[in-house]
């Protein structure tokens, strides 16, 4: 039985985005698989009493530097939204519902997404662009866009990342793995090390 890693995003953090378009890969490579787990970053911002970077001009600069070329470096495809930085929670949310469903195809929701956001540049802060996303994968778009408003489905998203908070988790991308936490894509080097150092 292949052992799992804990993947944990936010659909707004680039750096999410980017590992996201590597981090199955890296578990197969090491005979692993993947648990995703969506959850909104500002949420841990408040628990911590942490500023966003953004707020910071001389890290925004550096982002605004930085994203291209550390997307290039995973060969993974980026351009900044026009919108970014928004709120995201409504993909969010269709995640979580999906999710509780079939965690495979929330993943393939996860990625379809967090392209079309960040390679595409599509107004993913429009509730009707997530569900239509959804309606493409075969999730029924008018289910899915009543979820996205649904009290039940908002509270059981605020769980999950009340749940994540609870494991330690405060930014995105974090992986977890046999007890260990690795921050940022410039740790998923020592995911693998230490992926390798387990087998």
């Known amino acids: 039985m292949a052992e799992t890693l804990d993947f944990y995003f936010d659909f707004t953090s680039p750096y999410g985005y980017i590992a996201s378009q590597v981090i199955d890969e890296i578990a197969a490579k090491h005979g692993a698989e993947t648990r995703w787990h969506a959850f909104l970053v500002t949420s841990a911002y408040k628990q911590y009493n942490s500023t966003n970077p953004l707020a910071h001009p001389a890290k925004e600069k550096y982002f605004r530097h930085d994203l291209p070329r550390t997307a290039a470096h995973f060969g993974v495809k980026f351009k900044f939204p ?118």
């Open 82 to 199: 026009p919108t970014w930085p928004e709120n995201l929670v409504a993909a969010g949310r269709a995640f979580s519902w999906i999710e509780d469903r079939d965690p495979a195809a929330a993943k393939r929701f996860a990625n379809a997404a967090l392209r079309a956001y960040w390679a595409e540049g599509k107004p993913l802060a429009d509730a009707d662009v997530v569900a239509e996303i959804g309606a493409a994968l075969g999730e029924g778009h008018a289910m899915l866009r009543a979820a996205l408003d649904d009290s039940a489905v908002k509270q059981r998203f605020i769980e999950k990342g009340k749940e994540a908070l609870a494991k330690g988790i405060f930014g995105s991308p974090q992986i977890l793995y046999r007890g260990e936490l690795f921050w940022g894509t410039d740790r998923l080097d020592q995911l693998q090390a230490a992926m390798t150092k387990a087998r």
